[in-house]
């Protein structure tokens, strides 16, 4: 199937940036959307942002728009997590996910197959 490795997370100070990457191996050309998602301890999850594969539209929930983007390098397989003016609110475990089911865009992560393990964002001052 498909495996997802993400990596980029880290430590910032509030209005800060960081860049995540997802790399994506095994049959990469079923996947019809990706997309990240975060947890918060004790919170739930919460899809942040989503990418068709095919028309390259995307969608983010209202906490991060436009503060983050959602991007493809297809010639590295890596799905690309831009994050600016980050807030301590952002602070979370970050998953990525796939799905091969449905080109529809959709935030909920349980509507994806496969999700990565997560890289922890952490933003204080």
């Known amino acids: 199937r498909v495996q997802l490795v993400e990596t980029g997370g880290g430590s910032v100070q509030p209005g800060g940036s960081l860049t995540l990457s997802c790399a994506v191996s095994g049959d990469t050309f079923s996947i019809r959307r990706m997309g990240w998602f975060r947890q918060a301890p004790g919170k739930a999850r919460e899809g942040i942002a989503s990418?068709?594969?095919?028309?390259?539209?995307?969608d983010y929930d209202i906490s991060v728009k436009g503060r983050f983007t959602i991007s493809q390098d297809n010639a590295r397989n890596l799905l690309i997590l831009q994050m600016n003016s980050l807030k301590p609110e952002d602070t979370a475990m970050y998953y990525c996910?796939?799905?091969?089911?449905?080109?529809?865009?959709?935030?909920?992560?349980?509507?994806?197959?496969?999700w990565g393990q997560g890289t922890q964002v952490t933003v204080s001052s």
């Open positions: 990418i068709s594969m095919e028309s390259r539209h995307t």
């Open positions: 996910m796939a799905d091969d089911r449905s080109w529809l865009l959709t935030l909920v992560p349980s509507s994806y197959q496969t």
